[in-house]
């Protein structure tokens, strides 16, 4: 496992939050790899925390499927299967194809079409620019403002946890 320096802790956020934090970017940027076993001691060593909070961040990380909890053990990081992205890839379709029908009953396509127009715009600009990381962000905040706009938080919230297990 590679080092990691502990995150500056944000304003307000509980120490759980942090680890939660920690080990959820770690995993997504592939620092912490599928199959891979880590401890609470190493995590709360890392992070000057008690085991406590990484306990609680643990939870949280194998509640939304990230890990697997093995008590005096450790956690293993999930392996991602090619069920889980048609699953995800399935449930998004779900999701923009219903924020795509309550954005119409409500009678605001026109408005949405025009928000969601402008962030094509800088997509494109993007594009244009061979700046990769900035076309992928404008893409997912595309996607995220079109469900965003059908008006459920509860809905527009597990998108979003939709969004990083891409």
Do not use: C
């Not at 620092?31 to 609470?40: A, N, P, Q």
């Not at 000057?48 to 949280?60: A, L, N, Q, Y």
């Not at 990230?66 to 998004?92: C, F, N, S």
């Amino acid at each position: 496992m590679t080092a990691q320096t502990a995150p500056a802790h944000p304003t307000g956020a509980s120490a759980a939050d942090l680890v939660y934090q920690h080990v959820k970017t770690r995993i997504l940027e592939h620092d912490l790899e599928g199959g891979e076993l880590i401890s609470e001691g190493e995590i709360a060593a890392a992070l000057e925390v008690s085991r406590t909070p990484v306990r609680e961040g643990f939870i949280r990380l194998q509640t939304e499927g990230w890990m697997t909890l093995y008590p005096k053990r450790g956690a293993l990081i999930r392996q991602v299967g090619p069920h889980e992205i048609r699953d995800v890839v399935q449930a998004r379709i779900m999701v923009e194809s219903h924020a795509v029908r309550q954005i119409v009953a409500a009678g605001e396509q026109e408005q949405v079409a025009a928000e969601l127009a402008e962030i094509l715009d800088r997509q494109d600009a993007a594009r244009r620019a061979e700046d990769h990381d900035d076309f992928v962000a404008t893409d997912a905040q595309f996607h995220q403002h079109l469900v965003a706009s059908a008006g459920n938080q509860l809905i527009t919230t597990f998108y979003l946890s939709l969004a990083d297990r891409q």
